[in-house]
Structure formats: C-alpha cells, structure tokens
C-alpha cells in the first residue's frame, strides 16, 4: 500500500523562496540609481532653458545628472568648471598658433595670436578664481553668500568680455584657415562662459531673494 506523505510547512516555505527570489539591495540601488538621473535631467533641462544657449546648455552638463542632482549650486559650479575646461583648450590652442606664427610672414597675424593668448589667459584665471569661489561658497540666506556670489558673477562677466576681446585684433589680419579656426572656437568658448555665468545669476538670485525674505520676516 501507497503511503503519501504530505509536504511540510517548512519545506512549501522553502519551495516558494527558491521559485520566487526576493529582491535584494542591490537591484533597489539599481532602481534608485536608474529614477533620479531623469529627474535630475530634468532639472538642468528646465535650469538651461534661461540660458542664451539652452541646447548646448543641456549638452554640456546632462551628462553630470547624478552629480549635480537637483541642487542649483552644483549646476553653477559644474557650468563654471565646463567653462574653465574649455578656456584652458582655447589658450593652448592659441599658444601653439602663436609660436608657429613668430616664424611666418605676417606680423599682423602674431601680434593677434600674441594678444588673443593674452586674453585668454585671463579668462582662465578669472574663471579659475569663480570656481574655487564656488567651491568655499556659503550657505544661501547672508551677506557672506552675496559677497562670494558677487565675486563669481564679477570675475565671469571680465571672462566673457577677455574672451570676447580675443579677436578683435583679427579683424586687420586677412581671411584664412588660421583666423577662421581661432575665431570659431573663441565663438565657441563664449558660449560655455555665457551659459555659466547665466546659471551663477540664477543661483545668486534666488540666494539673494532667500536673504530679503529672512530679513522681512
């Protein structure tokens, strides 16, 4: 005779985890880590849409998401920190022009590479002194904070207008390659300065509204 032995509680416990696995931390991480960056994108998509040039704009810094998050501070700072890359790139740039030039034919060309050098080297420090303002900055809501945003806003505004003053002494040098190439990429590298400069009055303007409200209050 055929005796059936029934499962035990235990063991249909065992059977039902085996055949469906719990979620474990990791794939939750992966979850969180997959839901923010679009809220984030989001973020600096809205956030570049008040700047001269939204699209490059969004371009430029989307694929910073996870860092900057939500957080308009991040965003200004991550903004300056693209500009300073790119001011550094046009300087070198300029630099081997201008050494290669002191051996050609046309004064005129050296002497707007010389200045154009120049120029952006001062960029690349004003810009480099916003960042490392950026990066000590206070808290929104005090003096110390419109002070510091003060500074970031004065020393981006003399990069732009440097970076903008690069070319002009190209407009007494004839058409070329080489006048093209500076032109074009000094046109480019306003653009990212434009765009952080533009996100740094954001942020300052909503820390300075911060402060007027407290002091109302």
Avoid at 84 to 104: P, Q
Wanted: glycine letters at 6%; proline letters at 5%.
């Amino acid at each position: 005779m055929n005796i059936k032995h029934p499962l035990s509680p235990l063991f249909l416990t065992f059977l039902f985890f085996y055949l469906h696995p719990i979620p474990t931390l990791c794939s939750a991480d992966y979850d969180a880590n997959t839901t923010t960056p679009s809220n984030a994108t989001d973020f600096i998509r809205i956030s570049c849409s008040a700047t001269l040039y939204p699209d490059l704009c969004f371009a430029s810094l989307s694929g910073y998401a996870n860092t900057i998050q939500q957080d308009p501070a991040r965003l200004a700072r991550t903004a300056i920190g693209v500009s300073l890359s790119r001011a550094r790139h046009m300087a070198a740039f300029v630099s081997n022009l201008s050494r290669e030039a002191d051996y050609g034919a046309d004064p005129r060309a050296s002497s707007a590479l010389h200045d154009c050098f120049s120029n952006m080297g001062d960029a690349v420090d004003e810009i480099r002194g916003s960042l490392n303002e950026m990066r000590r900055l206070v808290n929104p809501g005090s003096e110390s904070f419109r002070f510091q945003m003060g500074n970031v806003q004065t020393w981006m505004s003399a990069a732009l207008t440097d970076e903008e003053t690069c070319t002009d002494g190209f407009e007494d040098v004839g058409d070329g390659p080489m006048k093209t190439a500076v032109c074009e990429r000094a046109a480019n590298v306003k653009k990212f300065t434009s765009n952080a400069l533009a996100l740094a009055n954001s942020y300052a303007e909503k820390g300075t509204h911060k402060l007027l409200n407290e002091k109302n209050v």
